[in-house]
C-alpha cells in the first residue's frame, strides 16, 4: 500500500510528458504500421489539446476531489455496505471506473450531442500517441469528469482508487494510439482481457461500423461482455472521419468550433457508396 501511494504521488503530468518522449521517439526510429502526414503540424495540433485540458482541469480536478471526497464523507455507494479486503476494492475499483467508462463512451457514439464533441477525438487521419491529448475540452468535462463521480457514487469508490485507475488506464491511452506495429498474438492472449493496441485502432477506422465498437479503455472485457467487440485485420484500417478528411478540418482551432458546426455523420453505407464512385 505505501509503495503504490508512492506511485500515486507521482505527478502525472510527468508522466504524460515522459510517455510522449518515448513514444514520440519509438515511432519516429521503429517501422511504422501507418505512413506519417505533416508530423510536425499534426503533434502541434495535438499538444495544443493538452494544454487546453490542462487549463480546464484546474476546475474539473476540483470539482472531482470535492465530489468524491463528499460521496466517501457519507458513505454512498457500494463499498460501504460491504465489507471486502482494500486490494480488491482497489482492484474492482479500477474495473468499474472502467466499465462505467465504457458506457459514458458508447452513450457519446449514440447521442448526436455528445457525438459532436467526441468525433474530435476521432476526427485523426493519421494516428499517433498524440491522438490520445486530441479530445475536446468540453467533452472531457462530462465524460472524465462526471463518469468518475457516477462510478464512485454507484459503488463507494475512492481517490486512491481514481489514482490507481489513471496510473493503469495512462499507459493503455499511449499503446493504443501509438503508431506501432502489434503482432496478433497479443489480441489472442492479452486481448481476451485487456484493450489491444490493434483493438483501439478498429475503434478509430473510418467505417462507423467498426467506429461503433471496442469502447473499453483498459478491460474489453466490458465490450465482450456487452456486446460491442469487433475485430478487423489492422493493416485494413483507415483512419478517421470522411467529413474530417481535408487539411483545414485537422487544425486545432477548426477542430475546437467543430462541434458548434453541423456536419452529418457518414454512414457505413454512404462510406461504401463514395469508394465505388
Ligand atoms: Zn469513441
Ligand atoms: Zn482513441
Redesign the pocket.
Known amino acids: 500500500m505505501e509503495i503504490l501511494k508512492k506511485l500515486l504521488a507521482i505527478d502525472l503530468n510527468y508522466i504524460l510528458i515522459g510517455m510522449m518522449v518515448i513514444f514520440y521517439s519509438l515511432e519516429q526510429i521503429i517501422n511504422t504500421q501507418f505512413k506519417f502526414i505533416k508530423r510536425p503540424q499534426h503533434l502541434l495540433n495535438n499538444v495544443l489539446f493538452q494544454i487546453a485540458f490542462y487549463v480546464c482541469n484546474i476546475f474539473y480536478a476540483t470539482v472531482t476531489v470535492f465530489s468524491i471526497e463528499w460521496l466517501n464523507n457519507h458513505q454512498v455507494g457500494f463499498f460501504y455496505l460491504v465489507q471486502v479486503p482494500v486490494w480488491i476494492k482497489l482492484i474492482a475499483g479500477v474495473a468499474l471506473l472502467d466499465m462505467v467508462s465504457y458506457w459514458f463512451?458508447r452513450m457519446?457514439?449514440k447521442v448526436p450531442l455528445l457525438w459532436r464533441f467526441?468525433r474530435v477525438?476521432?476526427s485523426d487521419t493519421s494516428m499517433d500517441a498524440s491522438t490520445n491529448f486530441r479530445s475536446h475540452p468540453i467533452e472531457l468535462l462530462f465524460w472524465f469528469g462526471t463518469s468518475n463521480i457516477v462510478a464512485s457514487a454507484i459503488f463507494g469508490l475512492d481517490l486512491l482508487t481514481l489514482g490507481l485507475y489513471f496510473l493503469v488506464a495512462t499507459p493503455f491511452f499511449f499503446l493504443e494510439h501509438a503508431n506501432l506495429r502489434f503482432p496478433t498474438w497479443v489480441d489472442k492472449t492479452f486481448g481476451l482481457i485487456f484493450t489491444t493496441p490493434n483493438f483501439h485502432k478498429i475503434?478509430h477506422e473510418q467505417d462507423q461500423y467498426y467506429?461503433d465498437s471496442n469502447?473499453s479503455d483498459i478491460f474489453i472485457l466490458w465490450d465482450r461482455i456487452f456486446g460491442t467487440f469487433k475485430y478487423k485485420p489492422p493493416e485494413q484500417i483507415k483512419f478517421g472521419l470522411k467529413e474530417f478528411e481535408s487539411d483545414k478540418k485537422q487544425t486545432f482551432w477548426y477542430l475546437m468550433i467543430s462541434p458548434f458546426i453541423n456536419m452529418a455523420r457518414v454512414t457505413s453505407e454512404e462510406l461504401k457508396k463514395g469508394d465505388k464512385t
Open positions: 463512451h457519446s457514439h467526441h477525438h476521432h475503434h467506429t469502447f
